[in-house]
């Protein structure tokens, strides 16, 4: 796992001083003497015949609105919540915190508050987050409605229910990327010190074969990244960690989670799923959907609402059968209520139905989904911050008649466990359940929020509750918010189970492709023209789904869903561009954060563009076969943009994603497929064994096209990637090659390129009129007939947003029209029209502009036309720290001796520094003492290949408990770290996982060894 030390390590690290760093490992439990069972009121007892661990957070009466763990607010819950036991006869204890606890926490007890319990597979223990000090906040890192972070931060702690002992898991661990100068010392004034704790939060058990000592998943804050379009100052991005049972081994998994990943949740074929802050480009930022992943970070795919505007999918359970229920909510204004969805995990057919299928109230849909909370006369109803209230007087929100003449007041559910017997256990508060500005000021809001603890039982957790009043009260205290309702049983009462499937370790043994301990992988499809990449259709544009300048909270195009650049056919799929994220890294203080902006607020880097058609080549689709295979790095985000003959995209991934080091993946079948049956990749030209891979890793290939609709060149680049950005790369070819004609703003259609002297808001000038100018503040304005600004995607005249193909400036530079329609095809855009322009298609010849200046005007559209802002935090800042792998594994330290230590590393941007390798123990090795540092001499791997360092003698690691510690730095400083511990007592996994992909014999899926998709059940 890359991950900085907390301690400093002469040579490698500078000084630093972390925010409560202890030495690792270092663990502090206490146990308590029981608490006497007291009476509680507003409580039926009985409804189950088991205890239930709940959380109750303060409530402040009905005028007063609370938090809620949710998307946009997740980690600032209310002072005061506190872990209880409640009994089946209404009697309850309090777990946590005592004052037997104040030792454990970092605050005193009754300033913090607990959130996300969860029950173990025995139903022994409880794991759960705890804010040490909601009262201690910083007031500059606050949300909307004025709830701060805190400066003490989270921590993950584990409870055992029979004798009340706690352990603390987590201490603050703080791991910034210290390169470029950063200072992150916090005893130290006007540093980058973010002046808010850590968050570590999210704990779920995970299934290992000893039953007795699950790992636990968790999120954190610790990387100290800023999510790209963060709502407001109080978010922070949360990135996916497991660690084992005693708190040791801690790995990241999550490398994909740019933004927020929150509550993982193993499902019993032994993935994890989380909801996930996909808003990749130009996405809708409010979109939060489910998603699966191993738990060593592998097989990583799409759950619900990938098409669902506005609304989080956010919280969910497995059912007994297998099948998924998550709560949808609307976004920012619900405190995470919403209603309640069912749909099989594993449905009969595609995991999705087509984009336009009938029936269906969103693209994407999951089949067999059930709405078990409709309680509103719209089905599906949350476009209008519904399911309640049901009736408005307000013209926003049109009335609607609900079921039974409960008209106003409805409510909402959230935060749903699987009870034994198929039932549910929820969270449900009658009243509007929304606090949404309109709402409170209409008079709608109240009463607010009063959570209480539910039960929908078996034969309506199957189809559905027509009425609120369906539901069993279990305890519903109008003086606090029950919330977190957890049925103490074993796995077994609910799932059938044991526990849930174990997934082993992660091994990296190489493949034909691909070396043993590699930091690179490999990323492969059958096709990218077998896709459902269009968007879905619906009023008032139909038939054309992506209209020029109309927004509006279906406009599936990009927004939502769709990712389609303009009108083409599969024929125009020529290419693939494979694109890296970096992180942003928060340095807020003093710097005022990134000095870059592009669309997105995301610093990406171009891994490559590969030829992808294979002319002749007939696929199992009856298609051309666009086969690809191409090596990546690893533990890095990347993404795709499809292209078209001239190097622009046609149409663009809407997610990021991730692959782990020696991982293999080529079994999505097609591009963006959710809904088609896939190709068989093995069927493919990429797919023999013959085939070798592109690398993307250390060469970066690019089109070098030299006509319209031809057949490109490409040129290879011997350097890891290559990013294009306004000042460096752009400016100097308006300057040479445009802005002699376009002088003013008065004449050459208004389009002044000589601004870039007078800054707009804090923009460069022409820069601003080019992609900042929203509100047509500049030049002709909006077409006739269109609202007199400019709305999402199109983001001036002159530009939309990754879509250079549909840009004007684009056409007038190609000297055509690029998008696939004709100017009378769609009403109310810019038309161009080339045969009436005597200049822009002779731009070549009249003003000497190349074909590689055209690219690159072109690729900077298609990044989102990025803007170096700052030299030190701008957007050629390396803000990514090496991959780094390690072996021996655990697994394979347990299987024999070792005489040596593998170490794979990778670094994208500045390269590996040289001598900065580091491998220690903290035992004697061969008759060295412990800290021996065995890599001294030893220069290090080569970028992105694996050194041997050998030791001195033959050890048994795991039978001495011993702890390896590997470092490694690249050239701007930042250094990524392997910690691990090798248990005496670890077992190798007795059962093997049921794959996504079921594997051949060879110990890597690869090229050479046949692969077949295969359902979970």
Same mark, same amino acid.
């Given at each position: ?393 307000? !013209? ?478 701008? !957007? ?142």
């Amino acid at each position: 796992m890359p991950t900085l030390t907390h301690r400093r390590m002469a040579g490698l690290l500078p000084a630093v001083t972390l925010l409560f760093a202890l030495p690792l490992g270092a663990r502090a439990a206490a146990t308590p003497a029981r608490t006497a069972a007291t009476a509680v009121s507003n409580c039926t007892p009985n409804v189950v015949s088991y205890d239930i661990v709940y959380v109750r957070a303060p409530r402040f009466g009905d005028d007063n609105n609370s938090v809620w763990p949710d998307t946009v607010r997740p980690l600032l819950p209310d002072a005061g919540a506190d872990l209880r036991l409640l009994h089946p006869d209404c009697s309850e204890e309090l777990l946590f915190p005592l004052s037997a606890h104040a030792a454990l926490i970092d605050g005193a007890v009754g300033d913090g508050a607990v959130s996300d319990p969860n029950v173990s597979f025995d139903g022994q223990w409880v794991v759960f987050t705890y804010y040490h000090d909601q009262t201690d906040a910083n007031p500059q890192r606050c949300a909307g409605g004025g709830e701060c972070l805190s400066r003490k931060g989270a921590d993950i702690y584990r409870l055992d229910l029979g004798s009340r002992a706690v352990t603390r898991l987590t201490r603050q661990e703080f791991t910034p990327n210290l390169g470029n100068g950063a200072n992150f010392d916090c005893e130290t004034a006007y540093t980058n010190c973010p002046n808010v704790g850590v968050f570590n939060t999210g704990p779920a058990f995970v299934a290992q074969t000893d039953p007795a000592h699950p790992a636990i998943a968790f999120t954190s804050t610790r990387n100290n990244f800023l999510p790209p379009k963060a709502f407001n100052f109080a978010e922070r991005t949360l990135q996916l960690f497991v660690m084992d049972w005693d708190g040791q081994n801690v790995t990241q998994i999550g490398y994909l989670n740019n933004a927020q990943a929150l509550h993982p949740f193993q499902l019993a074929d032994g993935r994890l799923m989380f909801t996930s802050w996909e808003h990749q480009g130009a996405r809708d930022s409010r979109q939060f959907n489910l998603w699966f992943i191993a738990p060593d970070g592998t097989q990583w795919n799409s759950g619900s609402g990938l098409g669902e505007n506005a609304t989080g999918h956010h919280f969910m359970t497995q059912l007994p059968d297998g099948d998924i229920a998550v709560v949808r909510y609307y976004n920012l204004n619900n405190n995470g209520f919403g209603d309640l969805v069912r749909f099989p995990l594993d449905p009969a057919g595609a995991d999705f139905l087509p984009v336009n299928a009938a029936d269906t109230y969103m693209p994407l849909e999951r089949p067999g989904q059930v709405d078990l909370t409709p309680w509103t006369g719209d089905a599906w109803g949350l476009a209008a911050d519904l399911p309640a209230p049901c009736t408005t007087d307000d !013209w926003i929100y049109p009335a609607q008649t609900c079921p039974g003449g409960n008209n106003s007041r409805v409510g909402k559910v959230t935060l749903p466990a699987a009870a034994p017997g198929g039932g549910i256990l929820l969270v449900y508060t009658p009243g509007a359940a929304n606090h949404n500005g309109i709402i409170v000021g209409g008079g709608y809001a109240t009463p607010f929020y009063d959570g209480g603890l539910y039960l929908l039982p078996a034969n309506l957790a199957e189809s559905g509750a027509p009425e609120p009043s369906d539901l069993v009260k279990i305890i519903n205290d109008p003086a606090y918010n029950e919330q977190w309702p957890r049925p103490v049983v074993a796995y077994t009462a609910i799932m059938g189970m044991t526990q849930p499937v174990v997934w082993p370790d992660l091994s990296n043994n190489g493949s034909a492709h691909l070396e043993a301990d590699t930091p690179l992988a490999l990323v492969g499809s059958a096709s990218l023209t077998w896709r459902d990449t269009d968007s879905r259709l619906g009023p008032p544009w139909a038939p054309d789904p992506d209209p020029f300048n109309y927004s509006h909270e279906a406009l599936f195009a990009w927004l939502h869903q769709g990712a389609d650049a303009g009108l083409y056919s599969d024929d125009d799929i020529y290419a693939l561009r494979v694109l890296a994220l970096l992180p942003a890294t928060d340095r807020t203080y003093p710097n005022d954060g990134a000095g870059f902006s592009n669309v997105a607020e995301e610093r990406v880097r171009i891994l490559g563009e590969v030829a992808v058609r294979h002319e002749g080549v007939i696929d199992g689709n009856g298609a051309t076969d666009t086969s690809f295979l191409v090596r990546l790095p690893a533990d890095v985000p990347f993404t795709f943009q499809t292209l078209d003959r001239n190097g622009m995209v046609v149409n663009m991934a809407q997610t990021w994603h991730q692959l782990r080091p020696g991982e293999a993946r080529y079994d999505c079948g097609g591009c963006h497929a959710h809904t088609k049956t896939p190709l068989d990749f093995y069927s493919t030209v990429a797919g023999q064994p013959g085939f070798v891979p592109t690398d993307l890793a250390l060469q970066t290939p690019l089109l070098a096209p030299a006509a319209l609709n031809g057949s490109p060149a490409t040129i290879t680049q011997t350097v890891p990637q290559v990013t294009v950005e306004y000042v460096r790369d752009v400016e100097p070819i308006l300057a040479a090659r445009c802005s002699g004609c376009h002088l003013n703003d008065a004449d050459d259609g208004q389009l002044n390129l000589h601004a870039d002297g007078t800054s707009i808001g804090g923009y460069p000038g022409t820069y601003y009129r080019l992609a900042q100018d929203y509100a047509a503040d500049y030049g002709l304005g909006t077409p006739s007939g269109t609202p007199g600004y400019f709305l999402g995607p199109q983001l001036t005249r002159y530009l939309r947003a990754f879509q250079s193909r549909e840009s004007l400036l684009i056409w007038k530079v190609f000297g055509a029209r690029l998008d696939g329609r004709a100017n009378a095809t769609r009403e109310g855009d810019i038309d161009y029209n080339p045969a009436s322009d005597s200049v822009h298609p002779n731009l070549d010849s009249l003003r000497g502009l190349t074909w590689a200046e055209k690219l690159t005007l072109a690729r900077w559209v298609d990044l989102g036309a990025p803007i170096e802002r700052d030299v030190d935090w701008g !957007w050629f800042e390396d803000d990514l720290r090496p991959t780094l792998w390690v072996g021996p594994t655990l697994l394979q330290a347990q299987l024999a001796a070792v005489n040596s230590v593998r170490v794979g590393a990778y670094d994208l941007e500045s390269g590996l520094a040289a001598n900065t390798l580091s491998v220690t123990f903290d035992v004697a090795v061969g008759g060295a003492p412990a800290g021996t540092n065995f890599a001294a001499g030893i220069s290090g791997p080569a970028n992105g290949g694996v050194a041997t360092v050998t030791l001195p003698a033959t050890v048994e690691l795991a039978a001495l408990g011993a702890t390896l510690t590997v470092r490694i730095a690249d050239e701007a400083g930042h250094v990524s770290e392997v910690v691990r511990t090798y248990h005496p007592s670890y077992t190798p996994p007795l059962r093997t996982y049921l794959p996504v992909v079921a594997r051949a014999v060879s110990a890597n899926t690869d090229a050479a060894a046949p692969l077949r998709v295969r359902k979970l059940r």
